[in-house]
């Protein structure tokens, strides 16, 4: 539980910062490119304005809420939808920030661009999940993680 709150914590400092962040971006660095802040999410299929509702809020906001309050951490069901929620924020907020730095123009005659990763960089994303459930596989086959287990193979 307590642990649960820590995170809870850091998750709303983080959603905070990412509120102040977001909102210095769409008013501050985006209009001094000469863009307005929606023709980033205009005319395209991939993204919009949901992206940023999806991150701060639904990701962000609520999981920080369910694990700061003790009533939320209590719940199976909230505590382990704050945990998925939370980690969805992290997975997001990289898509988020590398459309923000790939869309964006740079010189005066270009256009926002349409910004999907190519098959290296999925590749990339996925290959530290993968190698994390491996080391989780290694771990629990040969490391004594679980003491109890010896004595249940001993008596099988």
Do not use: H
Not at 25 to 36: H, I, L, Q, R
Not at 51 to 58: A, D, Q, R, S
Not at 133 to 143: F, N, P, V
Request: charged share 10%; hydrophobic share 55%.
């Amino acid at each position: 539980m307590l642990l649960a709150k820590i995170a809870g914590w850091m998750l709303a400092t983080y959603t905070v910062a990412k509120i102040i962040d977001t909102w210095y971006w769409a008013t501050v660095t985006v209009p001094a490119s000469g863009f307005n802040f929606m023709d980033f999410y205009s005319n395209n299929p991939l993204y919009g304005p949901w992206i940023l509702v999806l991150e701060i809020v639904i990701c962000g906001v609520i999981p920080s809420i369910i694990l700061i309050t003790e009533t939320g951490r209590r719940s199976s069901f909230l505590l382990i939808s704050a945990v998925f929620l939370g980690a969805l924020n992290a997975c997001v907020n990289r898509w988020v920030m590398v459309l923000q730095v790939m869309a964006v123009p740079v010189l005066t005659f270009e256009n926002w661009f349409m910004y999907f990763p190519s098959w290296q960089e999925i590749a990339t994303t996925i290959l530290p999940v993968a190698y994390g459930i491996i080391l989780i596989m290694i771990s629990y086959r040969y490391l004594p993680i679980f003491p109890q287990e010896r004595q249940i193979e001993q008596i099988g």
